[in-house]
Every structure is written in structure tokens, then in C-alpha cells.
């Protein structure tokens, strides 16, 4: 009997084809769609299941539907308007792949008898890190790649992961899924977060905690001198100029958000560079952290280019110090660090240094 194994099957066409070719390799699939955000949603809703379940039918794979809906709402959701409200900036994605794609499919999956799930990410895992273990490296399509969101994978997990797409472009892969007649081959794909309609993330926030938002505050110079208000610092990220509304002739961005004080500090371009970051929560692809200080290339955010920098290990947390100033260094942000298209670690910005 073949290895069954479970494919997160999102009714996208990323997942539409990997389920495509572990079944056409032999495997005994079980598609499962993840109900997580409800139907107002880019992603996750019932037009999204009932996607799935038409490729399911039409790959000859059994299909299921596991509602999460209450889960994501309090792991992720909940989580998010938090963040913003303490003044850091959420990336909701890594939580969403690392509860639930992971996780919660890999329960699912145990009381399925299948020891391996996959998904449609692009990204690949191999064994030849020292001692055979699990290496996490970047998909072949750079422009899709997302390991950036699965840094912190455990060994175990990476063990019992498979990423089908990791050697495919998405031209081919859409190529495959028109080959095999699949109702996702067209489907367009959202690039934005999907419980957030329109990208306003401020909205979200005031309607998930309507009595938390902090009110009217100050917006300050580097100096402390107020040149004017803010609705909330909800509506704020490090980095933003939009939505300031000041009146000045300098072009001037967010810099830090400072929740306790309800404030928003305010620089030019220049003043924007950071020297490192404070990270706390890190973790470490090889499943501990090196014995001393090491040097990686270090992206802030998904589409960041990245930096070298060195990474010097402290307890559960560490520290970043760049070679050069990176720009928008925003606490609540992932910092991953790379050793080429390796992913060795990652950890959550605590604090941007000066």
C-alpha cells in the first residue's frame, strides 16, 4: 500500500497541483481544506473549499473539510489587532502556516493515519545539514519563494513536511494545471492578507477591539516637539509616510510607535536606518542555537532584499547587528537569517537599535 499523506488543499492553484503530483506519483492522497476565515475572505472561505473540492473529484482523492474558523479567530486574528495596538507590526502569515498548515493538519493527519502532510508552498526541505539534518531551503522561483514564513519550522516538522512546488516556477505550475484540466489552472491570487478587506488593517483592528483603541495622540520629532495628531496609533507602521498629514516641508516617515505614550515619532529618510535589531522567540533550523556569534544575510520583512549582519545569541532571544543600517526596522516583524538559499533561523523583532 502507497503512503498516504495530506495535502493542505486551500482551492488555490498551488495546492491544487501539488496534490496533483504526489497523486500522480502513486501516493495515497487526502485533500483538506482548512476553514479559517469565513466566507467574506480572500482565502479559506466556502468558494475556496468548494474549489478544492472540485479538484479533489476530479483528481479521484478523498476530500475533507475541518473547521477552524473559532481557532484562527483567537491564534490569529485576535493576535494581530493586539500587535497593532501595542505598537508592532504582525506578519499574521508565519502564525497561520505554523498552526494551522503545520500544526493543526499535522493532528488532522495523525487521526488519518498519515505520518506526512504537503502543501503548496514554494520552498524545499533536504537532508544534508550536519548529521543529516533537515535543511529549509528557498523555492526555485525566487519571485514566490516563501520560506521567509517558515522559519520556524522544528526538525521534527521538517520530517514530516513535503513542499512539491520547490522546484517549480508558478508559469509551470499553472502550465500543469491546465495539462490536467483543473478549475484552479486561471485563478488569480491574493497578495494581500486575508481577513483584511481592502488593506485596512486600522478597520480590522477597531472592529475585533473596539474598546482597547487608544484614542487621539501626539505625533512627534526625534526632539519631542509635536507637529501634530494621530487617530490611533493602530493606523501606523514603521516606515509609513502616508495618512501623517503634516504640514512640512520634509519628507518624513514613521520611526517608532510608542504605545504606552500613545505617539507616533516621526524622521526623515535618513533617520530611518538601524544599526540592528533586539529579537526575542528565535528559533534555529538546525534545532539549537549555535555556541557562539554567527554571521548570516538578514531579511526584516518578505520582500527585504537583506542584509549581512552578525547574530549574537542570548537564551531564547538574540541580537542582530547589521553591516550596514537597514531602513524600517519594524518590532513585530520576522528578522530570518539566510546562509545562501539556506534558511538557518529566524526570530521576532523585539526592538530596532539605534
Same mark, same amino acid.
Given at each position: 500500500?502507497?503512503?498516504?499523506?495530506?495535502?493542505?488543499?486551500?482551492?488555490?492553484?498551488?495546492?491544487?497541483?501539488?496534490?496533483?503530483? %504526489?497523486?500522480?506519483?502513486?501516493?495515497?492522497?487526502?485533500?483538506?481544506?482548512? &476553514?479559517?476565515? #469565513?466566507?467574506?475572505?480572500?482565502?479559506?472561505?466556502?468558494?475556496? =473549499?468548494?474549489?478544492?473540492?472540485?479538484? =479533489?473529484?476530479?483528481?479521484?482523492?478523498?476530500?475533507?473539510?475541518?473547521?477552524?474558523?473559532?481557532?484562527?479567530? +483567537?491564534?490569529?486574528?485576535?493576535?494581530? &489587532?493586539?500587535?497593532?495596538?501595542?505598537?508592532?507590526?504582525?506578519?499574521?502569515?508565519?502564525? @497561520?502556516?505554523?498552526?494551522?498548515?503545520?500544526?493543526?493538519?499535522?493532528? !488532522?493527519?495523525?487521526?488519518?493515519?498519515?505520518?506526512?502532510?504537503?502543501?503548496?508552498?514554494?520552498?524545499?526541505?533536504?537532508?544534508? #545539514?550536519?548529521?543529516?539534518?533537515? !535543511?529549509?531551503?528557498?523555492?526555485?522561483?525566487?519571485?514566490?519563494? +516563501?520560506?521567509?514564513?517558515?522559519?520556524? %519550522?522544528?526538525?521534527? +516538522?521538517?520530517?514530516?513536511?513535503?513542499?512539491?512546488?520547490?522546484?517549480?516556477?508558478?508559469?509551470?505550475?499553472?502550465?500543469?494545471?491546465?495539462?490536467?484540466?483543473?478549475?484552479?489552472?486561471?485563478?488569480?491570487?491574493?497578495?494581500?492578507? @486575508?481577513?483584511?478587506?481592502?488593506?485596512?488593517?486600522?478597520?480590522?483592528?477597531?472592529?475585533?477591539?473596539?474598546?482597547?483603541?487608544?484614542?487621539?495622540?501626539?505625533?512627534?520629532?526625534?526632539?519631542? =516637539?509635536?507637529?501634530?495628531?494621530? &487617530?490611533?496609533?493602530?493606523?501606523?507602521?514603521? $516606515?509609513?509616510?502616508?495618512?501623517?498629514?503634516?504640514?512640512?516641508?520634509?519628507?518624513?516617515?514613521?520611526?517608532?510607535?510608542?504605545?504606552?505614550?500613545?505617539?507616533?515619532?516621526?524622521?526623515?529618510?535618513?533617520?530611518?536606518?538601524?544599526?540592528?535589531?533586539?529579537?526575542?522567540?528565535?528559533?534555529?533550523?538546525? $534545532?539549537? =542555537?549555535?555556541?557562539?556569534?554567527?554571521?548570516?544575510?538578514?531579511?526584516?520583512?518578505?520582500?527585504?532584499?537583506?542584509?549581512?549582519?552578525?547574530?549574537?545569541?542570548? #537564551?531564547?532571544?538574540?541580537?542582530?547587528?547589521?553591516?550596514?543600517?537597514?531602513?524600517?526596522?519594524?518590532?513585530? +516583524?520576522?528578522?530570518?537569517?539566510?546562509? #545562501?538559499?539556506?534558511?538557518?533561523?529566524?526570530?521576532?523583532?523585539?526592538?530596532?537599535?539605534?
Amino acid at each position: 500500500m502507497s503512503e498516504r499523506v495530506v495535502v493542505a488543499l486551500s482551492g488555490g492553484v498551488d495546492s491544487s497541483v501539488a496534490a496533483a503530483m %504526489l497523486s500522480g506519483a502513486g501516493r495515497e492522497v487526502v485533500g483538506i481544506t482548512l &476553514a479559517l476565515a #469565513g466566507d467574506a475572505s480572500r482565502c479559506c472561505s466556502l468558494a475556496d =473549499a468548494e474549489d478544492a473540492r472540485r479538484v =479533489a473529484e476530479r483528481l479521484g482523492v478523498t476530500f475533507y473539510v475541518a473547521n477552524y474558523r473559532d481557532q484562527f479567530r +483567537q491564534e490569529v486574528i485576535e493576535f494581530f &489587532a493586539d500587535e497593532y495596538l501595542a505598537g508592532r507590526t504582525p506578519i499574521p502569515c508565519v502564525a @497561520c502556516n505554523q498552526r494551522f498548515k503545520f500544526h493543526h493538519l499535522m493532528e !488532522r493527519a495523525a487521526a488519518l493515519g498519515a505520518d506526512r502532510v504537503a502543501t503548496g508552498h514554494y520552498a524545499r526541505i533536504d537532508r544534508a #545539514g550536519p548529521g543529516g539534518t533537515f !535543511r529549509l531551503l528557498r523555492g526555485l522561483d525566487r519571485g514566490k519563494d +516563501q520560506s521567509y514564513y517558515l522559519f520556524d %519550522l522544528s526538525q521534527e +516538522q521538517l520530517g514530516r513536511i513535503e513542499f512539491p512546488l520547490g522546484e517549480l516556477t508558478k508559469p509551470e505550475v499553472r502550465e500543469q494545471a491546465r495539462k490536467l484540466g483543473l478549475r484552479t489552472a486561471e485563478k488569480p491570487e491574493s497578495q494581500e492578507i @486575508c481577513f483584511v478587506p481592502d488593506n485596512d488593517y486600522a478597520s480590522v483592528v477597531e472592529a475585533i477591539r473596539p474598546d482597547a483603541l487608544p484614542g487621539e495622540g501626539e505625533i512627534v520629532d526625534e526632539a519631542g =516637539a509635536v507637529l501634530g495628531k494621530h &487617530a490611533g496609533i493602530h493606523h501606523f507602521t514603521v $516606515g509609513q509616510r502616508r495618512g501623517l498629514r503634516l504640514s512640512s516641508d520634509r519628507k518624513l516617515y514613521v520611526k517608532r510607535i510608542e504605545a504606552a505614550a500613545n505617539r507616533v515619532v516621526v524622521a526623515d529618510g535618513a533617520g530611518l536606518g538601524s544599526s540592528g535589531a533586539r529579537l526575542e522567540r528565535v528559533s534555529w533550523i538546525a $534545532g539549537a =542555537a549555535p555556541n557562539e556569534s554567527t554571521r548570516a544575510t538578514v531579511h526584516v520583512r518578505y520582500r527585504h532584499e537583506g542584509e549581512p549582519a552578525r547574530i549574537e545569541p542570548d #537564551g531564547s532571544g538574540a541580537t542582530v547587528r547589521f553591516d550596514e543600517p537597514v531602513r524600517a526596522v519594524a518590532p513585530g +516583524q520576522a528578522a530570518v537569517f539566510y546562509d #545562501g538559499d539556506a534558511v538557518v533561523g529566524g526570530g521576532w523583532i523585539a526592538e530596532a537599535l539605534a
